[in-house]
Structure formats: C-alpha cells, structure tokens
C-alpha cells in the first residue's frame, strides 16, 4: 500500500502554485475536468470537504492532484474563536496536508464555533488586542501542528465593533509580524466591506501588506440595501465577477505583480465553461501585469 501511494505521489506535478489563475474544485466539474484537462493554474478545495478517510471524493481529488497543484482552504478552525482550537479537526487538516502536499494553504479571520456548537456563517472578531493575543496564539499552533506557513484571509464585514482599539489593516500587519504567517488577500471582500462601511477600497489597498500575501481570491457578491436605505454588499459567491472588483485586482497586480489568483463561485454553481471563462480573464489581467512591469523594467 504504501509503495502505491509513493508511485501516486511520484506522478504528481510540482506542489508549488503559479502566479496564474485558478478554480474552486466543484464536484459537479470533476468529470469535464479529467476529460479535457483545461490550462489553469491551480485548483483550491475546502479542508472539510475531505476530512474522511477515503470514498469518491479523496478518488477524484488524487486524480486532480496528479495533474495540478492545489491550494487548500480551511472554513472550520475557528481561528478567532474563543476557545481553544479543535485539536482532532488540526489533527485531521494536517493529515490532509500530508496527503496532498498543497503548494498553499489557508484559513480565515473569523470565528465559527461556542463550546460544542459548530455555525455555518465565519463570524467578524474586534480588532484589540485580546483578540490580537488569542488569534496569534491559534496561528503558531496550526503552523506548528501542520509543519507549513498558513495564509490568513481579510474578512467580509458588515458591522464594526465598538470595543475595537485598531484597524482591521493594523491588526493583519501585527498578526504577520507575530506568527511569520502570511495573508490571503480577498479583493471581494476588500470591495464588499468598503461598501458596507462607507470607505474606500482603493485606500484600502493601499495600505494592505501585499509582500505578505501569497494568495488572492475574487468573487461575486449580491446587492442590497441596510434599513436606512444604503448600499449594503453580500459577500454571496453565486455570480461572476463584479467590474469593480475586476478593477481593484487589475490595480493591485499592476502595483505588486502577478499572484495566484482563485476565482470562488460556492453558490448557485455554474457550469464548467462558465467558470473557466471567470479564470482566464484573470489570467489575461495577470499577463498584462507582467508584460507592464517588463516594459517598465525595460525603460529604466
């Protein structure tokens, strides 16, 4: 058995993840996927999708793994929560990273659990400095059980918390500076709490620590309206997309240069075509990116 798994692993691509465009993994796209082999970058799938011991899923996920790095992102470890962290879901994750030797992974700012009690949505923290203690401490444990660099990913928001004593950017820096982890930038995420808060994404960004982020993500997100009538942002990954967001991306990797680049689309999941068409518009972005800064290089 074991001899098997090392001839699986010898016929794998490289680990590593270009600075390209790539796909969330949908079951539903499994099937075109082997058949036509696209050209993307990478594919990314969700820890928890895959935390039991074998069956369809772990089948089709060696058979992506052959043919293409990926990238894994967690939604359940509670990073911000209050309690401790789940040590049989780190040992699980871990065993995970083990299995399929992700060129990157992630986790999110955010809480999911009280107790036993387990939610479905990744819930806001306040940026002070208990929260700041506790997340760092959370980090070096997942770092230190899974043996790799974890990125962290900047939030969706939609209220701000009175008790906080910094800025949401002050808070990743700090955290970057404390754990040696690095960030997962989400460009929708940036736009959809711009919205929600009334600031600029565009200032934002300017101020986020791009030499830390390893990854970005882009997604859809559903309009809608708060009580007093503003506009109010959903972070919903149910559409393409949004031109606004499609202009921040083009901004950040003219300014920083190319990274890998993960189109999410969790809801209401299109047909394989459509997504592809999502990533290598991101791709045709990235290449821009790169044909700017040699021009650049070359005038100097």
């Not at 090392?6 to 949908?26: F, I, N, T, W, Y």
């Not at 099937?31 to 772990?58: K, Q």
């Not at 990238?71 to 962290?85: D, F, Q, R, T, Y």
């Amino acid at each position: 058995m074991l001899s098997e798994i090392s001839s699986r692993q010898d016929k794998r691509v490289e680990a590593g993840v270009p600075a390209r465009a790539g796909a969330g993994l949908k079951p539903e796209h499994v099937a075109d996927i082997l058949e036509t082999r696209p050209e993307i970058g990478f594919f990314e799938v969700h820890a928890e999708n895959y935390m039991g011991a074998g069956g369809p899923p772990h089948r089709q996920l060696e058979a992506i793994r052959r043919d293409y790095p990926l990238s894994l992102h967690g939604v359940g470890l509670s990073i911000g929560g209050e309690g401790p962290l789940d040590k049989d879901h780190l040992q699980r994750l871990a065993g995970l990273i083990r299995r399929y030797e992700p060129g990157l992974f992630s986790e999110h700012l955010a809480w999911s659990t009280h107790d036993t009690t387990y939610y479905n949505d990744l819930l806001p923290v306040p940026y002070d400095r208990a929260t700041l203690d506790r997340v760092c401490d959370h980090i070096d444990e997942v770092q230190q059980t899974t043996g790799r660099q974890m990125l962290l990913e900047n939030p969706s928001t939609y209220v701000a918390f009175e008790q906080s004593t910094m800025s949401e950017i002050e808070f990743l820096k700090e955290i970057t500076r404390r754990t040696g982890c690095g960030l997962l930038l989400d460009i929708n995420n940036v736009f959809v709490s711009s919205t929600n808060h009334q600031r600029s994404a565009e200032a934002y960004l300017a101020e986020f620590p791009v030499a830390e982020v390893g990854e970005i993500h882009l997604g859809g997100h559903a309009p809608d309206t708060d009580d007093a009538g503003r506009p109010l942002l959903i972070d919903a990954h149910d559409r393409e997309v949004d031109a606004a967001v499609w202009q921040l991306y083009e901004t950040t990797v003219q300014a920083h240069g190319p990274l890998p680049t993960l189109i999410e689309w969790d809801n209401d999941i299109p047909a394989w075509p459509v997504l592809l068409a999502e990533a290598r518009a991101a791709d045709q972005i990235l290449a821009r990116s790169v044909q700017a800064r040699s021009l650049q290089a070359g005038m100097r």
